[in-house]
C-alpha cells in the first residue's frame, strides 16, 4: 500500500500525541511480530516517548512497547485530530 498525504509513520508522531493504525509495510514475518505485538488496523495507539532518536515506546491495547525506529516506520498512522 502508498501512504496517501494523512498517512504518517508512527514514528514521526510526538510525545503525547494519539493515531490509528492504519497498515504496515514489509514482509510476513515484520507484520506477524507487529500483529502479535498488538498493533493491528485500527488499534489506537499514544505515543509515550519519542526523543527523536533510539527506540520509542508506545502504548497500545493498553499495553507499553518499545519499538525501534526502523520498525515504526513501517506502521502508517493517522494521526488524532484535537
Known sequence: ???KSN???LADLTTGEEGS???F???RSVTTRLASLGFTP???VDMTQN??????IVT???TQVALGRGEA???FVERSAG
Do not use: D, N, W
Not at 526523543?51 to 520509542?56: D, Q, S, T
Open 1 to 3: 500500500m502508498t501512504p
Open 7 to 9: 498517512q504518517i509513520p
Open 21 to 23: 493504525i492504519l497498515f
Open 25 to 27: 509495510t514489509g514482509g
Open 42 to 44: 485500527g488499534a489506537r
Open 51 to 56: 526523543y527523536g532518536r533510539g527506540p520509542l
Open 60 to 62: 497500545v491495547r493498553g
Open 73 to 75: 516506520a513501517r506502521i
